[in-house]
């Protein structure tokens, strides 16, 4: 089939809610580079949402799902699964949390984090201890409870009512988010940078005062590392950054290396939140899944992919901000700001629109994101060399200039 034919069958078939898609069908892929059926090369500066950071169809993945689904694809969480008990003492081993769930995706990880907070606490007789608070412009997924907590009401509005007992206040502001931490707070979920948002990271001194609101007042903090996690900041988890202990973490994206996983990390003490039948999945955690997980997660750590992140991202941000200073000299006052953290980037635009400046790098065979605040987003996969990048910027610039062209 011809691109022309997909897109008129997608158009009749499939449920309209990704708009007007980029228009590509890709074949294969390798590394950094996807192939289009139209026999054009792609440079992935986006690794699908921050899922493929190992670049595509990496051997070590390839080589594990190939050989455990030569040897078994799925059985049941009624029996014990090697890879999913590995899995899971690998990411214990790695991290601040002392046990692990599978989920499907992050708005499951997260759905789970949510119940595991107010299991926690109904357990211990205080049921009415169920409320939530998230952040205006986060993201936490498309499920009724994950969208209630998501800070955007346009995801919302359509399917209210809500479930209840989820709360809002603004990023980086402690006074509001003291106020709203009362005693039916159960816990406090936050992403250390906002993603979908427009890539807005939260100040250190917030996230610290946050812990300390939580321990005061008995709230567990649940981060939603789902984007931030697996070495995509510089560090292997976002919160490393800032000093901070949350007591549940969730994962999903770069977990499987691109087939869908997700994982709900907690402390022992919110584990006590399920007991058995409390929660379950029929698919997560599954031997194939698990053996991407081994593999995605084992190759991050042994080829110091969050060194490469920091690195990499450090200059990424620096050419972005020379790049800055060369358009306003020339006259054209185009990005107003750069921000983010590692290979979680976000280059706020003015006078010009993020998506057009999207579709013309796609033109130009670079593949970019856009999020809100008219933000251009990179999230290349995290094995990018510099060489990459500097490749990138004359293309970003000869966009941005076409596009903001008096
Ligand atoms: C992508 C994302 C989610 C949702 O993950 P899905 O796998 O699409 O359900 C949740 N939280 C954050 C921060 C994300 O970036």
Redesign the pocket.
């Known amino acids: 089939m011809n691109l022309e034919q997909i897109i008129e069958l997608d158009k009749k078939y499939y449920i309209n809610t990704f708009g007007d898609r980029v228009p590509v069908n890709f074949v294969s892929g390798l590394g950094l580079e996807l192939l289009g059926s139209d026999g054009k090369v792609y440079t992935d500066l986006f690794a699908g949402?921050a899922v493929s950071a190992l670049g595509h169809s990496h051997p070590a993945v390839v080589h594990a799902i190939s050989e455990q689904a030569g040897k078994l694809i799925h059985c049941s969480n009624y029996y014990y699964i090697e890879k999913q008990a590995l899995l899971a003492k690998l990411l214990v081993e790695n991290s601040c949390a002392d046990k692990v769930f599978f989920t499907n995706?992050?708005?499951e990880a997260?759905e789970a984090a949510i119940k595991l907070a107010r299991g926690y606490f109904s357990k211990q007789g205080k049921a009415s201890k169920f409320g939530v608070i998230s952040l205006n412009k986060s993201?936490?997924?498309?499920t009724l409870a994950t969208v209630a907590a998501t800070g955007t009401e346009k995801y919302q509005l359509p399917f209210a009512p809500m479930p209840a007992g989820f709360h809002k206040v603004d990023a980086n502001n402690f006074e509001q988010i003291e106020e709203a931490a009362g005693h039916s707070i159960c816990a406090i979920l936050l992403?250390t940078i906002m993603?979908?948002g427009g890539v807005i990271p939260l100040e250190t001194e917030y996230l610290q005062k946050v812990e300390k609101l939580c321990k005061e007042r008995d709230i567990l903090l649940i981060l939603?590392e789902?984007?931030t996690g697996l070495g995509r900041t510089g560090n292997l988890f976002g919160y490393q950054a800032h000093g901070i202990t949350p007591d549940i973490i969730t994962l999903?994206?770069a977990l499987g290396g691109g087939f869908p996983m997700?994982a709900m990390l907690a402390s022992d003490k919110a584990a006590s939140g399920f007991a058995p039948g409390d929660h379950g999945t029929t698919f997560a955690g599954g031997p194939l899944a698990c053996a991407a997980g081994l593999a995605s997660v084992g190759e991050i750590l042994n080829s110091n992919l969050t060194e490469n992140a920091k690195t990499v991202g450090e200059f990424t941000k620096n050419e972005l901000l020379n790049l800055k200073h060369e358009l306003e000299g020339e006259g054209f006052d185009l990005i107003k700001d750069v921000r983010g953290q590692g290979l979680m980037i976000g280059v706020e635009l003015q006078n010009i629109v993020s998506a057009d400046v999207k579709t013309k790098c796609f033109e130009n065979g670079y593949l970019v994101g856009i999020a809100g605040n008219n933000t251009l987003r990179l999230l290349p996969p995290l094995i990018v060399t510099k060489k990459d990048i500097k490749d990138f910027i004359p293309v970003l610039k000869l966009v941005l200039k076409e596009l903001g062209g008096k």
């Open positions: 949402v995706s992050g708005a997260n993201f936490h997924g498309r992403e993603g979908e939603d789902v984007q999903a994206k997700g």
